[in-house]
């Protein structure tokens, strides 16, 4: 009894139809049109970035709202800083300080897992974490700051209101990451920080509200970038995936027509 035929697949329709696959297609950059190449390869922040950059702030807004109502009611946080707060004239001063070691290491920890960044921008984030170790290590006499204190203030200020420019980017979709969106954010940063140096110079009697308020806002913008990176790889994570199975459904299809052919 003769055996049928086998059908050869290389000639069928299934098998011009689902021949071997060609190479996975790159993988394009995690935003929709961006350039290739754009961000590093692999995941462009640590997952544990995105807890350290919500500590910063958060941290910093409790330390000052737990330490100020342990002063006296002499101590008004519309006029003094939180410098007053860490001083040596402050009441249980080591909850503010506490809350700036906080603070000072998450930023670093934050510059040191944001790798979808350039180095540039990692290490001033590292720098403004150390200043801010440095505020901590150097707490505000009762006659006022020292020059020592008042240098890493400014030196805090100033490296967070430039570090949205090294972050920029082209060729991305992403508003916050786009040149435009980080210029807009550094130049409003920078206003904050103007309006800050008046009110140190005796300008305005609302030093202590115009430092919270600058700072919060300042501290905000590495979780808003550490944020924005995670779900654009995770997205991209996503893509990669449906891409593999594409195609690999191929091979599986030629894969189960050759078991039914046998199968005859």
Request: net charge positive; charged share 15%.
């Amino acid at each position: 009894m003769t055996q049928p035929a086998r059908p050869d697949l290389a000639r069928s329709r299934s098998g011009r139809e689902y021949g071997r696959a060609g190479p996975a297609p790159v993988a394009p950059g995690p935003f929709a049109g961006d350039t290739p190449g754009l961000l590093r390869a692999g995941r462009p922040v640590a997952g544990w970035t995105v807890t350290t950059a919500l500590l910063a702030p958060v941290v910093l807004v409790g330390g000052w709202l737990v330490a100020g109502a342990l002063q006296p009611e002499s101590y008004s946080p519309m006029r003094q800083t939180m410098s007053v707060l860490a001083g040596q004239s402050g009441t249980d001063r080591w909850v503010m300080t506490t809350a700036l070691v906080l603070v000072g290491g998450c930023q670093i920890a934050t510059g040191a897992g944001l790798t979808g960044v350039g180095w540039p921008a990692r290490i001033l984030l590292i720098v403004t974490g150390a200043s801010t170790l440095g505020i901590a290590a150097s707490p505000e006499p009762a006659t006022g700051p020292t020059p020592v204190h008042l240098a890493f203030a400014v030196s805090c200020a100033a490296t967070t209101a430039v570090w949205p420019v090294l972050v920029a980017r082209r060729g991305t979709r992403s508003w916050i990451l786009s040149v435009y969106g980080c210029g807009t954010v550094t130049l409003f940063y920078a206003g904050l920080s103007g309006w800050l140096l008046f009110a140190a110079q005796g300008g305005s009697g609302d030093l202590g509200f115009l430092e919270r308020l600058t700072s919060g806002l300042q501290g905000l913008f590495p979780l808003v970038v550490a944020l924005t990176l995670w779900q654009a790889a995770e997205a991209r994570v996503t893509s990669d995936d449906d891409g593999q199975q594409s195609v690999q459904s191929p091979r599986s299809e030629e894969r189960r027509v050759g078991k039914e052919c046998r199968s005859r």
